[in-house]
Structure formats: C-alpha cells, structure tokens
C-alpha cells in the first residue's frame, strides 16, 4: 500500500483535519517524483502559511491527548 501511494483519512482521527491539509498530503505522498510536490512547492501551499484554513483548535485534541497520557 505504501508503495502504491494507497492511503486514507479514517474517522474519526482525520475528521477535524481540514481539506487543505489532506489535499497538501495526497500532493506530497505521490509515487512519481515528476508529479510530487517539491519542497519549494510545500513551502508555498497556502495550508502552510495559514491563508485558507482559520485559526482554531482541533476540538478533539484535548481529550485524545488527556487518553494519551
């Protein structure tokens, strides 16, 4: 699976993941280096310098950390 690029977001855990997050990981974990986005091109997504996604907690975080510990 992992060389075929054959991956999920399973809930609940990537639920409160936004889309522009999981589309910037299915852009990095391409097979073809060609098609791959390259560092530069990570570096310049709009989900890493925050312009699409708002400023907010991931609700869950709390208590799955709380579990984890």
Sequence with gaps: MIKNCEFEFPSPFWDDVSDT??????????VDPAKRMTA??????????GEITS???????PEKMKIYN
């Design 21 to 30: 997050a999981k589309e910037l990981i299915r852009s990095i974990l391409v």
């Design 40 to 49: 530069d091109d990570i570096l310049n997504h709009p989900w890493v310098h």
């Design 55 to 61: 400023v907010s907690s991931l609700p869950s975080v």
